[in-house]
C-alpha cells in the first residue's frame, strides 16, 4: 500500500553535499490510516551487505545515525509531504554505494533490512576522489 519514489543521487566529488529525497505514497488514499511510520536509509556497496545509514519515526519523533555518518548525514522528514530527506556533507569515496529508503508501520527504529516492509527503487551515489 505504500510506494516511495527516491531522488537526489548523482555522482559527486569528495567534500561535496548531497540530499537525497524519499516520497510516500499511499494506495488507496487515506486521510485516517497511517500505512507507515519509521523511515530510513539503507546503502548497500557492490559485494556489500545493505546496512542501515539512518532512521526516523514519524510519531515519536525519533531518529537514529549509524556510526560512519554522524556528523555528516542528517536525517528529517516532512510529514505533511510525507517526505525523508538525507542530507549527506563532506562525503568521501567510501560513501559509494546505492541508497536505499524504506518505510514500515512500526513506531520505533528499526535497525535491520528485513524488518521494512516497503522499499524504494534505490538511487546511486557515486562519490569520487
Known amino acids: 500500500q505504500v510506494q516511495l519514489v527516491e531522488s537526489g543521487g548523482r555522482l559527486v566529488q569528495a567534500g561535496d553535499s548531497l540530499r537525497l529525497s524519499c516520497v510516500a505514497s499511499e494506495r488507496p488514499f487515506s486521510t485516517r490510516t497511517f500505512s507507515y511510520d519509521v523511515m530510513a536509509w539503507f546503502r548497500q556497496a557492490p559485494g556489500k551487505e545493505r546496512d542501515l545509514v539512518a532512521a526516523i519515526t514519524r510519531s515519536v519523533s525519533e531518529t537514529w545515525l549509524a556510526a560512519s555518518v554522524k556528523g555528516r548525514f542528517t536525517i528529517s522528514r516532512d510529514n505533511a509531504k510525507n517526505t525523508v530527506y538525507l542530507q549527506m556533507n563532506n562525503l568521501q569515496a567510501e560513501d559509494t554505494a546505492v541508497y536505499y529508503c524504506?518505510?514500515?508501520?512500526?513506531?520505533?527504529?528499526?535497525?535491520?533490512?528485513?524488518?521494512?516492509?516497503?522499499w524504494g527503487q534505490g538511487a546511486q551515489v557515486t562519490v569520487s576522489s
Open positions: 524504506a518505510a514500515d508501520p512500526q513506531n520505533r527504529i528499526l535497525l535491520r533490512a528485513h524488518e521494512y516492509d516497503y
